[in-house]
């Protein structure tokens, strides 16, 4: 929820979808104001988990979704390097 940034575990239900495949989706959105240089980033996480498997391993495919999506990408892509 802290990462997030989101008020309630239902606001993180509405992140997880069930799917064909697991994986986790981010969406980074840059708003930027040429007028005064505002610049506003923003993420958007959504899980996908695979519909077709045990309890156990849904757990455990949650869980390791759940790291991917809390963990900050290793460069940022709005910056050219």
Do not use: G
Request: overall charge negative; proline content about 5%.
């Amino acid at each position: 929820m802290k990462v997030w940034k989101v008020e309630s575990l239902s606001k993180v239900a509405e992140r997880l979808k069930l799917d064909k495949v697991s994986h986790t989706d981010t969406l980074l959105t840059r708003h930027y104001n040429p007028l005064t240089h505002e610049e506003i980033r923003e993420s958007e996480v959504m899980i996908y988990l695979k519909e077709s498997q045990s309890q156990l391993e849904l757990i455990l495919d949650l869980v390791h979704e759940l790291v991917h999506a809390a963990s900050r990408p290793p460069f940022d892509p709005m910056i050219l390097h």
